[in-house]
């Protein structure tokens, strides 16, 4: 929220105009900073996106959602705001520190996991090519960027598919608050985990194979992701306090939570009737085998 202020207070400083261009040149962080700032500052003013990191290339600089977290959940002050234009130099991500890419990586899974098997086989052949920048690079972010960019075109408001872009997201961003937003445990990292719980718990359900499960976390765990709790440094919260979490997270409608689910790799689903009670006594055992 300060930094927020700081940008706006900048550019006001700077006599920015209506006409004016912001140029949001880093990861997914100074992102989504730039475009909210850019979509409030005299009512909303063009921004370009310049995406430095794997994650903000291949995930937060299509689509739009611009925004800051909030002392009580991650993103709850944003808007939705287009960048005019996004260039993504794939040759940036060299400077990146191994764990940033790695990071990133768990979004590109994602893609994969949400709707797009083959592309998650493509993945466990050619992840190490991805990692040392072959041309198998370009390609994953390519396939990304359509991916999403497709999404966000048929349901730019969230009313429907894009919803599937969160897979992971719920747990994940609860463990992302309770690590304080901090480098103990960054977006991607969480996200990996979150992943692997939706995968486990829809196998827990009946609606996935448990192989499934298994493949998703084998995967995340071969290219150095937490895929369980006991990846996590540090303490961890209970499971009363991470269901907190995901209730100021995703809003409890009816008493019934909802969340991205899975039938397998590659289809994921929105499920609006989730019992928090079952959520919980599944994550009191996930910390449990810690
Ligand atoms: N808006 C969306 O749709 C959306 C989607 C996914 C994630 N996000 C958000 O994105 C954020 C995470 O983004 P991130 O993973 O890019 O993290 P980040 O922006 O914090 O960047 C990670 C680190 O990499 C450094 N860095 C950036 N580019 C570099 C480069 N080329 N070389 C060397 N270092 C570089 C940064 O300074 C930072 O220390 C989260 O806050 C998440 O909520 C938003
Ligand atoms: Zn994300």
Redesign the pocket.
């Known amino acids: 929220m300060a930094m927020f202020e700081t940008v706006c207070e900048g550019l006001i400083a700077q006599r920015v105009e209506r006409n004016d261009l912001v140029v949001a040149l880093?990861?997914?962080?100074?992102?989504?900073l730039a475009g909210f700032a850019a979509s409030a500052v005299r009512r909303g003013l063009d921004f370009v996106q310049v995406p430095?990191?794997l994650?903000?290339q291949v995930?937060?600089s299509v689509?739009g959602?611009?925004g800051i977290n909030s002392r009580h959940g991650?993103?709850l002050i944003g808007a939705f705001h287009q960048p005019v234009l996004v260039i993504a130099d794939t040759a940036?991500?060299d400077?990146?520190?191994p764990r940033?890419f790695r990071?990133?990586y768990a979004?590109v899974a994602k893609f994969g996991l949400l709707g797009d098997a083959a592309f998650f086989s493509w993945l466990e052949a050619n992840w190490q090519d991805v990692f040392s920048g072959a041309p198998a690079r370009e390609h994953a972010i390519a396939v990304c960027c359509r991916g999403k960019a497709g999404i966000v075109a048929r349901d730019e408001r969230e009313t429907g598919e894009r919803a599937l872009l969160n897979l992971g997201h719920t747990f994940g961003h609860a463990f992302e608050a309770a690590a304080g937003y901090s480098d103990r445990l960054?977006?991607?990292e969480a996200v990996a985990l979150g992943m692997a719980l939706a995968f486990e718990f829809s196998a827990r359900k009946g609606l996935a194979a448990a192989a499934e499960a298994e493949r998703v976390s084998r995967h995340l765990a071969a290219v150095g992701l937490p895929a369980h709790v006991r990846d996590i440094a540090g303490t961890v919260p209970d499971a009363d306090h991470l269901m907190d979490l995901i209730a100021q997270d995703k809003k409890v409608k009816r008493g019934k939570l909802t969340f991205i689910l899975v039938r397998g790799i590659g289809s994921a689903f929105v499920a609006p009737d989730v019992d928090p009670a079952e959520v919980r006594v599944f994550l009191a055992e996930k910390l449990n085998e810690r």
Do not use: Y
């Not at 880093?26 to 989504?32: F, K, L, P, R």
């Open positions: 880093g990861g997914g962080v100074v992102g989504d430095t990191t994650l903000a995930d937060s689509g959602k611009t991650k993103n940036l991500l400077s990146l520190p940033v990071a990133g979004e960054m977006h991607g």
